[in-house]
């Protein structure tokens, strides 16, 4: 089993910028791909940003140019580094590891909470 634990949410002011972590409790060079999904009131979960262990990355267009997701394998963490925010990026930010061996996200965070406001 793994355990992933995400940290670095909270309220901050449209524009403003938070970094997101998620630590894991092993090494995450096993993993295939790792990402940040988020969700919203009364909306679906929704991808926002991958990498994989060879370092290609993928994003969300809504979230392209201000979003950088990384990873330090000495850390066993992942970051999301969030900037120009808009209150439309409010919602609780899930970090999520794939296997080689899975065919979709298998290991999951319990979530941390990020809200834009004025």
């Known amino acids: 089993q793994v355990q992933l634990v995400e940290s670095g949410g909270g309220l901050v002011q449209p524009g403003g910028s938070l970094r997101l972590s998620c630590g894991a409790s092993?090494?995450?060079?096993?993993?295939?791909?790792m990402g940040w999904y988020r969700q919203a009131p009364g909306k679906q979960r929704e991808l926002v940003a991958t990498i994989t262990s060879g370092g290609s990355t993928n994003y969300a267009e809504s979230v392209k140019g201000r979003f950088t997701i990384s990873g330090d394998n000495a850390k066993n963490t992942v970051y999301l580094q969030m900037n120009s925010l808009k209150p439309e990026d409010t919602a609780v930010y899930y970090c999520a590891a794939k296997r080689v061996q899975a065919s979709d996200y298998d290991y999951w965070g319990q979530g941390t909470q990020v809200t834009v406001s004025s």
């Open positions: 092993r090494s995450i060079i096993v993993f295939y791909a």
